[in-house]
């Protein structure tokens, strides 16, 4: 969401001095000689032909020293773009591998590290005084011991450097393990959400030709178990190339299965009262399949570009795209950005809200530990019990970074301040956001109540296509509400206008673009090149088309304003869904709102609004009224909505983003798609039933 750069126009969080000077992109601006923060954007995201110590080569290339990304061996030079920044080839005659520089050096007997805690779990139950009934603290040897015995199982399986292998996994420790695993034996990992039913994971599947799976039996969500092996079987069913499937005991029916023997085979017999379903032959329980492996591996040495990840997109439209990317592009950038943008120190404990299947996990996990800090994972609902889950456990275990969704905050701030305060949150150093825009009130609310007025809000974007972000605040940085600040370190991006003309000075509206590659950008998509080229260099010659819009204000902060290709088009004039949603939420009676396009004879397209009301105000025909005439006013008469409709919740993703095409297809009566990745399936119902 998003409102007027007007209404946002205060400078409401500015870092003191002392702040400033403690973190490490101050530190990176003292070694280069960078005296503040538009000079070192300027340094590191264009290139000058006079000046060899600035430029995007130049920062790629000194980054991988700075932050001590290891290559077994060196690169021949940074880059070569002979065939355009649409392949570009990023380091190429070096070898690195990503396990080894975010598991290996750490986990070696002289390391400090070593007995370090990687990861922090928690378990969705609790015991009768709240507490976590299950929690574990997993070392950096520990860690380092699973994902060997890991990629040993991998080699007696038959997996080679570039064979892929799914990972349709519920959250626990074992799953870091599962990726790093994949990255030791150089096999191409495939992490599919959690939350995904049989379409979408067999989708996935058939597309990456997994022949190895990875899964659970299920997981909890919300006090109830979550059944997930028989999804995974439907899946395979539908979509074929699976030849061997390892399950994890989540749910603890490994247990009451008396009829697995020590070598792994399973009879056709009932394995334990969660009646999990099972293909002899196929089939092996984690413990009979992994564990039984010797310990100890040697990591593969791996041609820079060698492909680490197959990342899906959301596939809201069409078929889901393969984002393809690399070992050592994926980890500079993942490490580069916890280290620069979220100050990453080694005591340091970060929890972002997210799912090993979602950009964010791998993101998560490879940038904290690249630098041998702790990642703090949990497994369930952000209110079971009780809204102030993610609050209890921040005071719990002392998390200093954490980050989540606008959307989340929306829905957990309706709860009120009280679940907050009821807690100390006094650990948390910087506050973390993706997923979409804000609107001002959430943000300042996010800002304000869990962050204490201290910890700088770090709102980034960029995408799965990257595993990183184009925009990015410093956290030595000034910040207005709900900004993304501006470029990252490193990103060349740019705001055009149709024409493909820079419009940033401008201050007006435009395309985000990038101008130049980045080491974590998508070597092509896994289907080919011929999609790869359409959906991202076709709209202007050697432009990224990101699709979103963007903004840059007169002081030089950058907004943005929602999905492009969202754009609702209104009798010839065109505003994004979140501009509607921001505007409406301005009204007090609104806690949270959701804008579609329908169509209309007169028009073309009409705005139809859901609403859901703030505790304590009253749905009526005056209200609604008052939030049409709120848009109105804000953003003109032709975006008044035709409809404004209340709703006690939206369909959302498990990372918190509203469907709005679920919520357009039931307005409408078209198909809505792929549903399967929907956190609430019962509020369809409730937009089907609108007031």
Known sequence: MSTSLEDIDEVVHRPDREFVESTNVWQFMQEYDIDDYGELVERTTTADPAEPRSGVDWFWDTVVDYLDVDFFEPYDRVRDDSEGPQFTEWYPGGETNVAHNVLDRHAAVDSET???????????PVDANGGAAETRAVT???LHRQANKVANYLDAAGVDTGDTVGLYMPMVPEVVSLLYGCFKVGAVAVPVFSGFGVDATATRIDDAECSVLFTGDG????????????????????????????????????????????????PDADPGEHDVPWTAGRDQWWDAAVEPHDDEYDTRHLD?????????????????KGIVHTHAGVNVQCAKELYFGFDLKPADRLFWVSDIGWMMGPWTLIGTHHFGSTVFMYE?????PEPDRYWRMIDRHGVTQFGISPTAIRALREHGNEYVEDHDLSSLRLLGSTGEPWDPESWQWFYETVGGGEAPVINISGGTEICGCFLMPMPIQDLKPCTLGGPGLGMDI??????????????ERGFLVARDSCPSMTKSLWEGDERYLREYWSTWDDLWDHGDWAQK?????????????????????????AEVEG?????????????VGVPDDTTGTAVVLYVVVEAGHEESDALREAVREQVGEELGKPFRPREVLFVDEFPKTQSGKILRRAIQATYTGEDPGDMSSIENPGAIEDVEAAR
């Open 219 to 266: 997981f909890y969500r919300r006090g109830d178990e979550v059944r997930l092996k028989p999804t995974a079987d439907e899946a395979i069913d539908q979509a074929g190339h699976v030849e061997d499937v390892v399950v994890f005991d989540r749910l603890g029916t490994r247990a009451g299965d008396p009829g697995e023997s020590a070598g792994g085979e399973t």
């Open 553 to 577: 204000d007169e002081n030089g902060f950058w907004f943005l304003h929602g999905r492009a290709d969202d754009t609702l088009n209104v009798a010839g004039r065109k505003v994004g869904p």
């Open 304 to 320: 820079a570009g060698q492909e680490s990840m197959l990342l899906y997109s959301s596939g809201t439209t069409g078929k889901p």
């Open 583 to 595: 505007a409406a939420i301005d009204h007090p009676a609104v806690s949270q709102a959701a804008a």
């Open 140 to 142: 950096y040897h520990e």
């Open 114 to 124: 070593r007995n370090t805690v990687a990861l922090i779990w928690e378990g969705e």
């Open 380 to 384: 369930g609902a952000p209110d079971y």
């Open 494 to 507: 740019d705001i055009v206008d149709e024409a493909g003309e820079s419009i940033a000075h401008t201050h």
